[in-house]
């Protein structure tokens, strides 16, 4: 089972182990960690799931592709750089064990 | 009712063939619910071939209301092809040229909607806080206790009014202004709210006007965070042609209006129908933030979103045509049983109850979604400090329109605790 960290703005750190196949959103939805919404289900609709992926883990995710529906929505979050993800768009593999997610501040 | 009337109900009786969901009285009624029951079970995506808006398809079910969102490529919101709603915007006279970022497509969409969204970003609204609380608490310590008092406009305008006044920092007792320019953009002279194009025109120009004055001062200002001054002072809008900024300006106006506005009612009301819901609210206040995205799906304060087919396509197994408009029923998709648990029951406390269709998806998703969640906890909070009940004392009187979901009147009283 693959960890996800995700780190708070406030630097406070939630450990989730999932299934492989978990998108990072469920991830973080199920265990109730603050700060993503994913009001549309994980469907790349509502840019509620927003992260900042660590800059050492960006080789393995990838960018949002450009011009997709991801990046279209991206464009509008509030502190998007290019390290930024919807997390309902990063499924978890084993490759990815130990992935370090940022949540923006504010996002809720 | 009697068996008689039940059989005639007309949702049940209607041929398909015949069955024209736009009709304002249905949503003035409040029966337009059994109609898009059926539309649901029987003919999810439904062609009307004739109507006071021409013909039109409407879209009943949550999956295929999303499927018509995210892709803008197909469904188009541009104002010179009808725009966003049923009634299709009108070019020429009605105009004024005004142009508003909620009905265009990517890419000018986007570079606009980036310009302004900064302003309504969390961060910002964070500063703001403390400002509308005080202003909520205001308005509703001075209300009369025990007296029957319309709450529509002792209290959801008034509080919206003042939200949007606090936004732009708009001069206090001129903030009326607001409202009235916001009925006057969406106004047509059949609505009764102005009397003719001329009247609409000239009252807009006058609001350009104010908002020129208010532009100007606050450009010889030092930065604040009012949303006229950090457009003014932002690099991506300072420059931006006056009609275009004051197009974004009554966006955020006419958006963040009615739809607030008839959530607060919609609130009350709901409470009050759901005693059980209220008694919940009451023993813990904890639950305000998850009881105001079911209000908001529950009130659904834009009944639908209009787009237009720019290419041959398919939706639920339905051939749609280039040039067909597609209507996105928001307050249907909301009472899917196949999405939502118990669609027509009001819990506050709903595990999944941010997942509705009420502020969009996609990229025309709500741009003041925060803004209006923000407000509507902050107003619950302070409601609940200084009242046991706001208790609902006659008939709500509701808006005539098949767009805005909505009250004119709602007698209420007021309990100290
Ligand atoms: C409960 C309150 C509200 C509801 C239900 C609501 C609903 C909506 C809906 C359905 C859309 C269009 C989505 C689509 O086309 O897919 C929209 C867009 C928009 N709303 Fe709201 N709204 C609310 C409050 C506000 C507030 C308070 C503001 C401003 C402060 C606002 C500003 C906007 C803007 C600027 C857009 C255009 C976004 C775009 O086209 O990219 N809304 N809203
Ligand atoms: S959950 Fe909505 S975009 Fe990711």
Redesign the pocket.
Known sequence: MPTIIFIEPDGAEYPIAVKSGTTARDAAVNNGVPGIDGDCGGECACATCHVHVDAAWMARTGMAEPGGMEANLLQ?AEGSTENSRLACQITMTDDLDGLMLRIPDGQH | MTTDTLARDPASTVPLSQMDVSDPKLFQSDTIGSYFARLRREDPVHYCPESAYGPYWSVTKFNDIMQV?VNHQTFS?EAKLGG?ALQDMQGGEASLELE?????DPPK?DAQ?KA?SPV?APSNLALLEPIIRERAGFILDSLPIGEEIDWVDRVSIELTTM??AT?FDFPWEERRKLTRWSDVTTATPETGVVSSFEQRREELLECAQYFKDLWDKRANEPPKPDLISMMVHSPATRDMPYLEFLG?LL???V??ND??R??ISGGVLALNQNPAEYRKLMADPGLIPKMIPEI?RW????TH?RRTALMDAEIGGRKIRKGDKVV?W?LSGNRDDEVIDRPNEFIIDRPNSRHH?????????????R???L??RIIWEEILKRFSKVEVVGAPERTLSNFIRGFTYLPVKLHPH
């Open positions: 509008f | 969102e919101s966003i508003m970022f909620i009905a265009m969409h909607r302004v309504v939200t949007l936004l974004n966006l955020l106006i958006g963040g739809t607030t008839n959530s908001i009130q659904t304060p834009l979103m996105m928001y269709l009420s502020f969009g998806f996609g990229v025309h998703r709500c741009m003041g979604n803004v209006a969640e407000q509507l």
